[in-house]
């Protein structure tokens, strides 16, 4: 175990890694200087950054220094880092954070982070954060994410912790029903957090269940990530709690990073990675381009024209000049298409999210599916490796466990492909009730 590692699993990383006093308030001046640059200055600092990057000690990189442009480059594909992920691990990789993925395609693909760049990310989230007025040291503040926070079977009267010297309130979304909405709005108000921070379905589901409610509860701020928020969502969130939002987009790969403070307007950030916008499609109303990153700041594991496959919305017959000013955050773009609400059913009425973790625990498996055709049942259909075992299975049975209630019966079904959607996509979770 790397030693970074050790000290996050013993709860420091808040102030000694994510919030390091060494390099968090030189990465939030940076964002400053460069939130007020224009396109020259940002494609400078973008250009200095992508020559030190490049300088990584990594046989991915080594190998490719035969390309004398940078656009000559190939796109890199998720397949390729997952089946060998040691070529692109930097051989000076000490102080770094394992993760993975295990999102909206359920493969999990092996990354490391270094501690720079964990730094920068919490940086980048602050800066933006404090845009609407946001301390986030200070500011109090609610959390209804995928958070184990007590067991799915738990059956109240208390779902949430408080953490962090209790400035933060942890919730669990896995207990939201109607009947049990009343305590959440009960602890809410008693706290009194200055912001929400959620995903857009569980913030969504909780607005949908105050509806049975007489009182009214509202917040100032609303801070959602991690999902694409829908315009639907963004309206029903803004009207029930009668709050400004925070919109983040980005990815377990670090590669891109855009906020929205306002409908329909999506930027990117400046310094944090060097974005590519690569056309894919059209329809009637919009232009779709393929969002490509680079990484900035991650020495110990940097991926070069990363294919996120997230596309943007953008204007029709948008011209180079006006793609590019967009790929440095000096213009807009209406948003991101690609990824979608993923949760499960339970009898009892509850959402259950959090299912993009589970995968991400599990070794030796190509990939997976859950889908839900029953309240009671779920199917995980699972792609091998070749190592897949008995302990393999256990290990997703529990994972799985910590985020499905008893109710629902859980069934791991061993296939040789996936349900695809009409685009081609594989989806983590195909729910085929409502």
């Excluded at 993975?100 to 800066?127: K, M, W, Y």
């Excluded at 007489?214 to 315009?231: A, G, Q």
């Excluded at 400046?270 to 919009?286: A, F, I, R, T």
């Amino acid at each position: 175990m790397k030693l970074a590692d050790k000290i996050r699993i013993n709860n420091v990383s808040e102030w000694l890694i994510r919030r390091n006093p060494i390099y968090y308030s030189r990465y939030k001046t940076l964002f400053t200087k460069l939130f007020e640059a224009d396109l020259t200055i940002r494609k400078k600092f973008t250009n200095d950054r992508l020559k030190l990057i490049m300088t990584a000690v990594v046989p991915y990189i080594q190998q490719h220094h035969k390309y004398a442009c940078f656009s000559d480059w190939p796109l890199l594909e998720k397949e390729k880092i997952r089946k060998h992920p040691e070529k692109y691990i930097s051989k000076y990789n000490l102080f770094s954070i394992s993760a993975s993925t295990g999102g909206s395609s359920g493969s999990p693909l092996t990354l490391s982070r270094s501690f720079q760049s964990i730094v920068l990310e919490q940086a980048a989230f602050d800066f933006i954060s404090q845009l609407r007025g946001v301390d986030p040291i200070r500011s109090k503040g609610a959390v209804l994410r995928g958070d184990t926070i007590v067991p799915p079977d738990y059956k109240g009267p208390v779902y949430w912790k408080t953490v962090a010297n209790g400035r933060i309130l942890k919730l669990s979304s896995h207990h939201l029903t109607s009947e049990s909405i009343k305590s959440y709005v009960e602890v809410l108000k008693e706290f009194q957090p200055e912001y929400i921070w959620g995903y857009p379905s569980t913030i969504d589901f909780f607005c949908q269940l105050l509806s049975y409610l007489d009182s009214n509860f509202s917040i100032p701020l609303v801070l959602t990530s991690s999902e694409v928020l829908t315009p639907a969502s963004r309206k029903q969130i803004q009207e029930t709690l009668q709050c400004q939002i925070v919109d983040y987009y980005g990815q377990a790969e670090r590669v891109a990073f855009a906020y929205s403070l306002s409908d329909n307007q999506y930027y990117f950030l400046p310094g944090y990675s060097l974005v590519e916008l690569h056309y894919h499609s059209s329809d009637n109303v919009m232009d779709y381009y393929e969002i490509i990153g680079t990484s900035l700041w991650n020495t110990a594991m940097p991926l070069i024209r990363y294919r996120t496959g997230d596309l943007a919305l953008v204007s029709k017959g948008v011209t180079t000049s006006q793609l590019e000013e967009i790929s440095y955050g000096i213009r807009p773009f209406f948003g991101i298409s690609g990824r979608t609400s993923e949760y499960l059913l339970s009898p009892e009425g509850q959402r259950l999210f959090g299912i993009c973790q589970i995968p991400g625990y599990i070794q030796n498996v190509t990939q997976m599916q859950f889908v839900q055709q029953h309240k009671h049942k779920v199917v995980i259909l699972l792609i091998p490796g070749c190592n897949y075992g008995e302990q393999d299975k256990q290990t997703l049975l529990k994972k799985a466990r910590e985020k499905i209630p008893h109710s629902v019966e859980i069934e791991i079904k061993l296939v040789e492909k996936l349900n695809k959607t009409k685009a081609f996509k594989t989806p983590l979770v195909v729910r085929e009730i409502t």
